[in-house]
């Protein structure tokens, strides 16, 4: 497995997430005070700023995942599922250099965490 590929695109990652939450998180505190100061469009403002959260904390989410990719990196674990220590798919590392799980780990979590269908 080359290794230093892998980190090479996580720490690319990394440094792109990093710099998108910090202004994703700084326009949507921006926001907050324009809310206050004009509760004539509170309602208006507060849905796109929920939005901005949304985002900022999805990369903030993943953020950390590539944190942790990296330790395990230097660890010498990087490419194990973090539940059984199995090996993870060589494909599922390409799409998802940060995954902490094999993709049956991962499918049990997802049926696990998906909201019911609502009709
Ligand atoms: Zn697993």
Redo the contacts with the bound molecule.
Sequence with gaps: MDLQRYRQRLLRLKASLAARTGRDITSGREQLIDTAADAGDASVADESESEDFTEAELDATILQQVEEALRRLEDGTYGQ??????L?ERKRLDAVPWTP??????KLLEAASRPKPTL
Excluded: Q
Excluded at 81 to 86: A, F, R
């Design positions: 599922c973090i539940v059984d220590g199995g993870i799980y094999c993709l049956r780990h991962l």
